[in-house]
């Protein structure tokens, strides 16, 4: 097979756009440009047409109700933050308790530490070594005084599957309502908003080959019907709860994408599993070389990998050019901080840092992950020929019982 | 059937093909997150800040002033309650005719800070603000008291221009930031903010033949707010989110475009405008609203007398296969009436359109707009 460079292993940054989806988009910048809300002409229609059209693909993706549940916005953060800043206004009646975790993305966190700042009491589950939080932690966390219990579906940096059923079960057992930032999940792995007594549920779309700048939130309109207070206020779009001009190729764009993930996603997954489980194998056979998070309940998309004695930045560098991979979460690669999620595993910032994401994706190919397979071998091998910390490890000296002089 | 003639274009307009190919290889090829530290994520962190420097280049600010945001709606909420929040701001100065992300986001805050007061300056007939009531109001506030006037540059429905130039120099006599909504007139006139002093303005592509979903706020770097969003530090810590690459090039690109053919389109529209306008004031009981001359040059809202023949005038023009609007269309799904004609105190009973033109219009479509109104008003 043709091999086709750079490897990009970084698909839970970003995805490229998928060339049917780019193809529905065009027509909604060129021929029906239209605004959604001109509601007195057909180039008004035709754009309101698309949006809702899109509004059932992705409804169907996760199996709401009806497609009156899915809100569109410019993103996954806006989302989030239109979630719980939502909910904490419209239930303070009911209480001022938010539980989440924290291994959550940044955009769960930050929101719910500037909630904090205005009298939200929240607790942070900790989750043990392999990234799972305790069913028994929650319920003692738990209070009729909770409004609101957010847990992701699936890790960005571990890929790590939380058991949402089970977390939604005992959020409504207080009365209070269970969110899931199902960024890395939708599209993905099967999610089923009923079945799984998910409340709200957050999704972006160029995580699953659509554009970039639209994101869904979908809230509950029945059993029970849940409200978010608007975050932004204008001409009252989607139903009030987000005003902005729709994105309408955007949307029409997430539409598809959500479509064709719901239709290839079986496909899709077997067939990473096997390129996943084919790199971890291989990588595996070096020594001092782990895999972080919970080897089973995990996506098949993201394999999290600690290679004792190298640098996780350096590595990268090795074979920057040809593979495309990341430290952690894109979100704070730029920070040189060893990764929360990872030092929340009990990680050591050592270890921490010389740990590597790769995520896989639907165009990921047989070919790219042996490419991958051989030049991460070299490059750590390599690397490790270069430290000396490794030689002492081989040399049978304990590093932790070492005491460095200061200079 | 003939192809619709689309006289919408303050609603949104037509991409322009040049911006589209700008971004095209952002989907597909340079398709990284800019957050990204390997190569396809410094490709598109490369564009975005190509993007922000040509943005502030035609406005005369600097890169550091400009944050890309998923719209104007969002850029008018973000320092709205920035203003609030970080700069201390308790004296909104105000119109009724603001667009409803400026009018409903003052009216949220008032609710939510009972000290936040929002001071509405008297609007006259012809659509201008009576500058007299805004001189007494910045008059009667303590100079010392942070106070914000935000007024529109163009309004989206008349096409109302403000002297944007004379309402800087007041503000800074009386120690008043300044934010001018210039959704509808970025890229159609000339902005320059070295020479304009405005603490705030912001603009959104789609009305500039770029994309949907995306927008910028510019802001003085001497009065800094901080986020509405939060989850990532993109945007300085100023605009949490995956920035959308594509879309902000497709931004940058439509701006450029306007810029540099903005004296040949002007000329264009207006002159499309003045046909129009010109035709159909010749019918009798058709009349301006808003002022005629002083407003922007791709807005036209004209009033017809209430007959049964005019009674559904926008129906009717809709199956004759024009589009046009009876107002905002961020408020169209409502029927409550446009809040700007009624603040314009109108004695009589009409019915009011909005025409709006772009560069893709042509004197062949009013010709058969002017023939289609006269049909329908069987005259």
Redesign the interface.
């Known amino acids: 097979m043709e091999l086709k460079l750079?490897v990009?292993l970084?698909n839970s940054?970003?995805?490229?756009?998928d060339?049917r989806v780019?193809e529905t988009m065009?027509p909604y910048?060129?021929d029906n440009?239209?605004?959604a809300?001109?509601?007195?002409?057909?180039?008004?229609w035709h754009a309101e047409e698309a949006v809702d059209y899109a509004r059932e693909q992705v409804a169907a993706l996760i199996n709401a109700q009806s497609a009156k549940e899915i809100i569109f916005?410019?993103?996954?953060?806006?989302a989030?933050?239109l979630a719980i800043k939502g909910v904490a206004d419209m239930y303070a009646r009911k209480g001022n308790h938010i539980i989440t975790c924290t291994t959550e993305?940044?955009?769960?966190?930050?929101?719910c530490?500037?909630l904090e700042r205005k009298g939200i009491v929240v607790t942070y589950l900790k989750v043990d070594e392999s990234g799972m939080i305790d069913l028994a932690e929650l319920r003692a966390a738990i209070s009729e005084k909770t409004i609101l219990v957010s847990i992701m579906a699936v890790n960005n940096e571990i890929g790590v599957m939380q058991p949402i059923v089970e977390i939604a079960q005992i959020a409504h057992q207080y009365g209070a309502l269970f969110m899931t930032d199902a960024t890395q999940a939708a599209g993905k792995v099967p999610i089923d908003v009923q079945g799984m007594g998910i409340d709200l549920l957050t999704c972006?779309a160029?995580k699953m080959y659509g554009?970039?700048?639209?994101g869904a939130l979908y809230v509950r309109r029945k059993n029970p019907r849940v409200k978010v207070t608007a975050?932004?206020?204008?001409?009252?779009?989607e139903r009030g709860m987000r005003?902005?001009?729709?994105?309408?190729?955007?949307i029409a764009g997430f539409g598809r994408a959500a479509e064709l993930c719901r239709l290839d996603m079986a496909s899709d997954a077997q067939r990473v599993t096997d390129l996943r489980d084919k790199l971890e194998n291989a990588l595996m056979q070096l020594p001092e070389t782990y895999v972080n998070g919970h080897r089973l309940h995990r996506t098949p998309y993201i394999s999290n990998i600690s290679f004792k004695y190298v640098e996780g930045e350096g590595l990268?560098m090795g074979f920057?050019?040809n593979i495309?991979?990341?430290s952690g979460s894109?979100?704070?690669?730029?920070?040189l901080e060893p990764s929360y999620v990872l030092k929340a595993l009990g990680l050591d910032d050592e270890l921490a840092h010389s740990s590597i994401r790769f995520s896989l994706g639907r165009f990921t190919t047989e070919a790219q992950i042996d490419f991958a397979i051989a030049e991460v071998t070299k490059a750590v091998n390599r690397m490790r020929d270069l430290s000396p910390l490794w030689e002492m490890h081989l040399d049978g000296v304990d590093l932790k019982t070492i005491e460095w002089a200061a200079h | 059937m003939l192809d619709?003639i689309?006289f919408?274009n303050a609603?949104?307009?037509?991409?322009d093909?040049r911006v589209?190919e700008s971004m095209?290889p952002y989907?597909?090829?340079h398709?990284?997150?800019p957050?990204?530290?390997?190569?396809?994520?410094r490709v598109a962190r490369k564009a975005i800040e190509q993007s922000r420097k040509t943005v502030a280049q035609l406005i005369g600010a600097s890169s550091a002033e400009i944050f890309f945001?998923?719209?104007?709606?969002?850029a008018?909420?973000m320092l709205l309650h920035g203003a609030v929040r970080d700069l201390g701001v308790l004296h909104f100065i105000s119109s009724p005719i603001e667009?409803?992300?400026v009018l409903?986001?003052l009216?949220?805050l008032h609710k939510q800070y009972p000290a936040v007061e929002v001071h509405n300056v008297d609007v006259l007939r012809n659509g201008h603000i009576d500058w007299i009531h805004l001189e007494q109001i910045l008059d009667s506030l303590p100079l010392d008291v942070p106070k914000l006037v935000s007024l529109m540059h163009v309004n989206n429905e008349i096409g109302s221009l403000l002297d944007i130039e004379r309402l800087a120099r007041l503000c800074q006599a009386y120690r008043a930031y300044f934010h001018t909504d210039t959704v509808q007139s970025l890229g159609f006139y000339p902005i320059d903010v070295q020479k304009t002093p405005i603490s705030f303005l912001m603009g959104?592509a789609?009305k500039f033949h770029g994309?949907?979903?995306?927008g910028f706020l510019y802001m003085n770097a001497k009065n800094p707010i901080h986020s509405?969003?939060?989850?990532?530090?993109?945007e300085r810590n100023l605009r949490?989110?995956?920035?959308?690459?594509?879309?902000i090039v497709g931004l940058a690109k439509a701006l450029q475009l306007a810029h540099e053919e903005m004296t040949q389109h002007r000329a264009h529209i207006s002159s499309l405008k003045h046909y129009l306008m010109t035709e159909l004031c010749d019918l009798e009981g058709v009349y301006v609203n808003g002022d005629a001359v002083d407003s922007h040059y791709k807005i036209l809202n004209l009033s017809f007398p209430l007959l049964p023949s005019t009674e559904l005038l926008?129906?009717q023009l809709?199956i004759h296969g024009?589009?046009?609007?009876?107002g905002?269309?961020?408020?169209?799904?409502?029927d409550v009436g446009s809040h700007v004609i009624s603040a314009l105190q109108k004695q009589d009973d009409s019915v009011n359109i909005r025409f709006s033109f772009s560069k893709y219009n042509t004197l062949a479509e009013c010709e058969v707009v002017i023939a289609r109104i006269k049909e329908i008003m069987r005259l």
């Open positions: 750079p990009y970084d940054a970003t995805t490229p756009v060339p780019l065009i910048f060129t440009f239209g605004n809300a001109s509601r007195n002409h057909s180039f008004g916005t410019s993103g996954a953060t806006e989030i933050n993305h940044k955009a769960v966190l930050d929101t530490k500037a972006t160029h554009p970039k700048g639209v975050q932004m206020d204008g001409g009252g779009h005003s902005g001009t729709l994105n309408v190729p955007g990268m920057n050019k495309a991979v990341s894109a979100c704070t690669s730029a920070s | 619709p689309y919408d609603a949104t307009t037509r991409i093909e589209i095209l989907w597909t090829t398709y990284g997150n957050s990204s530290i390997h190569a396809l994520g945001t998923s719209c104007g709606t969002e008018s909420n667009h409803h992300c409903h986001t009216q949220h959104s789609h994309p949907k979903g995306i509405l969003l939060y989850g990532g530090s993109q949490a989110g995956t920035e959308n690459v594509a879309n926008l129906l809709d024009v589009c046009a609007s009876g905002s269309a961020c408020s169209s799904g409502v």
